[in-house]
Structure formats: structure tokens, C-alpha cells
């Protein structure tokens, strides 16, 4: 059976990525490959990288057990091989490698199973009829979009357990929905066994982590992740085909999105870090580690149930007929992870520090510490940190 298959590829990539994590620490450590903290990291000591040497071996073993030597295999496995590559020669580095040559290795390790077949040759929208790529197209907005899709994985991993966590949902998500598509065993069966060796390494990931994943691991997690998206889920017919990824990975993909967009606006280089992830502002709020990937988890989960109602919640006959019940279901969805969205974005990231920076002000004017405010400067002193981020952690 399809689910048997893909069962045992979760719990062997599990296991090997559990298993093969601490020597490959101990190797780290010997080649000097430590993450030490800095200033826009949250870790507070050494820690040591290549984490993803182990998640590569985790995947790449359950690959060859468990998928069929074609291809498109080869090609993922190649890919695969070639990006953790990059990253390792990067973490080796301590960030060593130039943006561009980094990005160059992205395309160029994306190449190889696209080559293979894993590309896109079509895209599917609700009330249109399916919308046809020629080969070139397809290939190049693959290309794209899988580069993008590693980089949006890389910038979500600066908390331990962040990545790691939110892959394994959001690969475990994947392989739900690829089942129950005919013939995309094959994509269930890479889903199941990324969502294993994410979990496998997350053992030893979360806070306190004993061992980074590094670019090796969080670009191939990436790349993993967008060939799972192509083959299990945007090569189909489903009408909401491209909302599964947009809606799985949506956690990642607002927080680069805001991250680029903000260093846009102050005209600094896309690739330049900072400190305006989502982890570095729940830190600011007072967030332990633990607390601020337990809350991005939850929201990720949010997400994902409303991908699954999606897929499994009969709203309609996809020709533009509504079941009334059913889409009030997959509306409830809808707003749970919005309402997730809002208390985490909103609530936790503006709210609560205004209201703390209010006490806080009002209590260093009451024992002399700074001058006495009125209220709107102190509201002034507000809007001008939260703009600005330049605010001590709560």
C-alpha cells in the first residue's frame, strides 16, 4: 500500500536522522564548523553546524529504499547532493560565500532535477480551465520557484527547532494530500520521508539545540519541499492546486515577504540580515525560544488544517457549485488561521508591547529614571520604536 510505503519511509528518515546527527555534531566540532553567537542571533552560545549533512542522509537513504529508481529520482538525489553541497562549503565558511555565488549554486542545484522532469508544465486556477506552459516556461518559472522556496525555508531558520518544526508539518502535510491524489505515491512518498529526517534532526534542534542545520541544511529542505509541492500537488488537476503550497509554507513565505520588503523600504540589500523575523520580534516581546516556535507551530498548523479542509472538505463539485454546509466548514477554517494570524502578528508583535512600553515609561517617569511624559509623548516614544525596532527585549 501507498500509505504503508510512505509510513515506513517517515520512521526509517526519522530514525536515520535521529541516529546520524550527534557523530555528524562531533564532526562539525572537529572541522571548526561553530555557529557563535552573534549580534542578530538568538542562541547565546557555541553551537556547532552541518546539521543538514545528517538530514541529507536521513532523506537520501529512505529515497533509495523507498522510491522507484527512475528519473526524476535521480534527479531529486542529485539536486539534493549539489545544494547541500553549496551550503556546507557556506557553513564551512561561517557565511563566507558571496550572495550571488550562493544564489548561483541554488540555480544550479535546482537545474538538476528539473532536468530530471520535476517541473511545472501547467497551472490551474479556480473557474478557469487549466493554462498550459510551453517546456521553456515551465522549466524557467520552476527554476524560480524552487530557488525562492529554499530561500524562503533559509530565512526562517534562526530559532532551534523553527525550521526543522515547521518543514515536518509542512512536509507531513504534503504527503496527506499527495495520497490522495492518483498516481502521486511517488510525491507522498518524498513528503513522508522529508517530514521524517526534519523530525529526526529536531530532536536535537529544539531549544536548547545541540546542533545548527546550517544553509546545508535549510537550503535542501527547501529544495526538497518545492520538488514535493510540484510533483504531489501543482502537477494535478485540483482546482485549488496552487493554493496547497501558498497556504502549507504561508508562515515562511510572510515572514521573508516581510523581511524584504521592510529592508526594500529602507533601501538595504535583499540579502543583507537583520533582526525583523518574526523570531527576532517575539524575542523583543519577551519570548523565550521555546515560546516563539511553539506559537509560529501552532499557526503553521493552522494552515495546514485549512490546506487539508481544503482537499478533503466536499465544498463543491469544482464546476462552480457550493455545498452551503460544507463551505461554511472550510469557512470556519478560514478563520481559525486567520484569527491565528491576527493574535500573532497583531496581538503579540504590537499589542502586547505597547502595553508593556506604556508601564514600563510610566513606571521609569514615576522613580526618576527618565523625565515625566504625557500621554501623547509617551504614545509618540511608541509609534516611533515600533517603526523603528530600536527598543530594549520585554
Known amino acids: 500500500m501507498d500509505e504503508l510505503d510512505a509510513l515506513w519511509a517517515f520512521l526509517v528518515a526519522a530514525l536515520i536522522a535521529f541516529a546520524v546527527t550527534p557523530p555528524v555534531a562531533r564532526l562539525a ?138 518543514c515536518t508539518i509542512a512536509a507531513g502535510t504534503f504527503a496527506i494530500i499527495a495520497l490522495s491524489f492518483p498516481g502521486r505515491a511517488d510525491a507522498a512518498i518524498l513528503a513522508a520521508l522529508t517530514a521524517g529526517a526534519s523530525l529526526g534532526f529536531l530532536w536535537h534542534n529544539f531549544h536548547p539545540a545541540s546542533i545548527f542545520m546550517g544553509d546545508a541544511g535549510s537550503n535542501l529542505l527547501g529544495l526538497l ?7 504531489g500537488v501543482l502537477k494535478t488537476a485540483a482546482v485549488v492546486a496552487l493554493f496547497f503550497p501558498l497556504v502549507i509554507l504561508a508562515v515562511p ?66 464546476h462552480g457549485n457550493f455545498d452551503a454546509a460544507w463551505s461554511l466548514v472550510i469557512v470556519a477554517f478560514g478563520l481559525i488561521a486567520l484569527a491565528a494570524t491576527i493574535y500573532l502578528v497583531y496581538t503579540l508583535e504590537i499589542l502586547k508591547f505597547r502595553r508593556f512600553r506604556e508601564r514600563q515609561l510610566r513606571r521609569q517617569a514615576d522613580t526618576g529614571e527618565i523625565e515625566a511624559l504625557s500621554d501623547s509623548e509617551i504614545e509618540a516614544e511608541i509609534e516611533r520604536e515600533v517603526e523603528t525596532g530600536e527598543f530594549e527585549a520585554v
Open 253 to 318: 513565505i510572510l515572514d521573508t515577504g516581510f523581511v524584504v520588503a521592510k529592508r526594500i523600504k529602507y533601501r538595504r540589500p535583499v540579502y543583507s540580515p537583520d533582526k525583523e523575523h518574526f523570531h527576532h520580534r517575539f524575542d523583543r516581546i519577551g519570548f523565550s525560544q521555546r515560546r516563539t516556535v511553539l506559537y509560529l507551530y501552532g499557526w503553521t498548523l493552522s494552515l495546514a488544517a485549512l490546506a487539508l479542509a481544503l482537499r478533503f472538505v466536499p465544498y463543491s463539485d469544482n
Open 225 to 231: 519541499l518545492a520538488c514535493i509541492a510540484i510533483q
Open 29 to 166: 566540532r572537529r572541522l571548526g564548523v561553530i555557529h557563535r553567537p552573534r549580534d542578530r542571533d538568538l542562541h547565546d552560545r557555541p553551537v556547532p553546524g552541518l546539521g543538514g549533512l545528517a538530514i541529507l542522509a536521513a532523506a537520501v537513504v529512505s529515497a533509495l529504499l523507498f522510491l522507484p529508481a527512475g528519473g526524476e529520482t535521480r534527479g531529486i538525489i542529485g539536486g539534493a547532493l549539489a545544494i547541500t553541497f553549496v551550503g556546507a562549503v557556506d557553513d564551512i565558511r561561517d557565511g563566507g560565500l558571496h550572495p550571488f555565488v550562493k544564489l548561483a549554486g541554488q540555480f544550479a542545484a535546482a537545474s538538476i532535477p528539473v532536468a530530471a522532469g520535476v517541473f511545472v508544465d501547467h497551472v490551474t486556477l479556480p473557474f478557469l480551465d487549466p493554462i498550459g506552459l510551453s517546456d521553456t516556461a515551465g522549466r524557467a518559472l520552476t527554476l524560480v520557484g524552487m530557488v525562492a522556496v529554499m530561500n524562503v525555508v533559509n530565512f526562517t531558520d534562526g530559532a532551534d527547532g523553527l525550521a526543522a518544526g515547521v
